[in-house]
């Protein structure tokens, strides 16, 4: 069973600039969860998406919103970048809503100039 | 406000030499903690699942347990593939339970 992918791996962008970053879950799995990874702080939780509708939303700006299609692939979009927003994205799929027991991809490495 | 906190932030041990690593919780409505393991360039690969105080899960020369406040990481006579960022993670219950991160213990076994 092919694992969970992101797409792209690396990216760098400019302030002001926007950014969407693609992950597509292990086939079968439903539920999709966004987290932003930096040294400082560890994995923070972004959103999770079940059944292509937000369902749990973590203490981040407006900027940052997802979508999930009907195939449970997911996007996640930042718009007008911040230095700040560089960083691990990190896309995480499971069989069931809220799990604990979560499949992660590689990531995509945002670099914002 | 629930909080996720593991020590050390960075342990080097040498091969064969034991040690544990801690995840204290505070937080309200556990509803599962979970152990990652995640290397340099990776996403997090899960490893445990612990629900009650008192369980423990074990898996080569990892053991994971379980107490009330904390969950220890047990490693027996560790190798350097085992070097790695590990990652304590609870399950909170409430409106739509999340999933909360420690920011993890980096572990350096040297040959």
């Known amino acids: 069973k092919a694992g969970v992918t992101q797409t792209p791996r690396y990216l760098i962008k400019t302030r002001g600039q926007q950014v969407t970053l693609s992950c597509s879950p292990i086939?079968?799995?439903?539920?999709v969860s966004w987290y932003q990874q930096t040294p400082g702080q560890g994995l923070q939780f972004l959103f999770e998406?079940?059944?292509?509708?937000?369902?749990n939303k973590g203490n981040f700006p407006g900027r940052f919103s997802g979508r999930q299609f009907s195939n449970s692939r997911s996007e996640m979009n930042v718009s007008t970048l911040e230095l700040g927003d560089s960083a691990l994205y990190l896309c995480?799929?499971?069989?069931?809503?809220?799990?604990?027991?979560?499949?992660f991809g590689p990531g995509t490495r945002l670099t914002v100039t | 406000e629930d909080q996720v906190t593991q020590s050390p932030e960075a342990l080097r041990l040498q091969e064969g030499e034991s040690s544990s690593l801690n995840c204290s919780y505070t937080?309200?409505?556990?509803?599962?903690l979970f152990w990652y393991r995640q290397d340099p360039g990776k996403g997090p690969e899960f490893l445990f699942t612990?629900?009650?105080a008192g369980e423990e899960k074990e898996k080569e020369r990892l053991k994971a347990t379980l107490t009330k406040k904390e969950s220890f990481l047990h490693i027996t006579a560790p190798k350097p593939e085992d070097s790695a960022t590990y990652l304590c993670?609870?399950?909170?219950?409430?409106?739509?339970?999340?999933?909360?991160f420690g920011i993890g213990t980096k572990l350096q076994v040297i040959p």
């Open positions: 993670a609870v399950l909170i219950s409430g409106g739509y339970q999340k999933v909360t």
């Open positions: 086939s079968g799995h439903r539920s």
């Open positions: 995480a799929s499971s069989l069931a809503q809220s799990a604990g027991k979560q499949y």
């Open positions: 937080v309200s409505g556990l509803r599962g």
């Open positions: 998406y079940f059944s292509e509708t937000q369902r």
């Open positions: 612990l629900y009650s």
